[in-house]
């Protein structure tokens, strides 16, 4: 099932929220500097513990971390790494599609039911709301259309990204 939601991620007590992080995994701005800042130092120190695959990257784009909440009402933090947007020609549309089949991967993996997910992309890395949202709705309803135990809720930050959601979500 597909829920749309204006709120603000950190509040939602999901069994997984997905973060817009970066590959460095650390924090950083937007929807990860507000969900680093919710769960507190100790999710500072899980992503310190994930294993860099090279100097610099512990989470390549498109693919997915998990690390527990800790201070959120979220029992897991499920981080990805959206693409920086640059003309839709260079690959985007397969990383961003990624970031949602990976995150809903590592969810089913750890039993999660309720999964929120953030407009990844669409923020400093600049994807086009409507691009983003297509292939986030598609991809999981892909998802969805295997398991249908699961809820996903798009947790737009703005009335206007949840018109996008609702205008494709019907
Ligand atoms: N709850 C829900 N959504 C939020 C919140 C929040 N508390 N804060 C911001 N957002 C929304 C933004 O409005 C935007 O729609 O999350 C979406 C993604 O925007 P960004 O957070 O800027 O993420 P992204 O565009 O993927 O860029 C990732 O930004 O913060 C840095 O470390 C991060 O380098 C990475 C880059």
Redesign the pocket.
């Given at each position: 099932m597909i829920r749309i939601e204006h709120?603000?991620?950190?509040k939602l007590a999901v069994d997984a929220i997905v973060n817009?992080?970066?590959q460095v995994m650390l924090?950083?701005?937007?929807?990860?500097?507000?969900?680093h800042r919710a769960a507190g130092h100790e999710l500072y120190e899980a992503c310190l513990k994930v294993s860099e695959v090279r100097p610099g990257v512990r989470c390549p784009t498109g693919e997915a971390r998990i690390t527990p909440g800790f201070k959120l009402p979220a029992k897991f933090v499920i981080h990805t790494?959206?693409p920086v947007y640059r003309d839709g020609q260079h690959g985007e549309p397969e990383k961003l599609a990624g970031c949602y089949r990976n995150s809903l991967a590592v969810a089913i993996e750890n039993g999660c039911k309720t999964v929120a997910f953030?407009?990844?992309?669409?923020?400093?890395?600049?994807?086009p709301?409507c691009d983003a949202a297509e292939i986030a709705v598609r991809e999981v309803k892909a998802v969805l259309s295997d398991h249908l135990d699961l809820e996903v809720i798009f947790?737009?930050?703005?009335a206007g990204?949840k018109a996008v959601y609702e205008s494709l979500v019907g």
């Open positions: 709120s603000d991620i950190t817009a992080a970066n924090g950083g701005g937007g929807v990860d500097g507000a969900i790494v959206g953030p407009c990844i992309s669409t923020g400093v890395y600049g994807y709301i947790c737009c930050f703005s990204d």
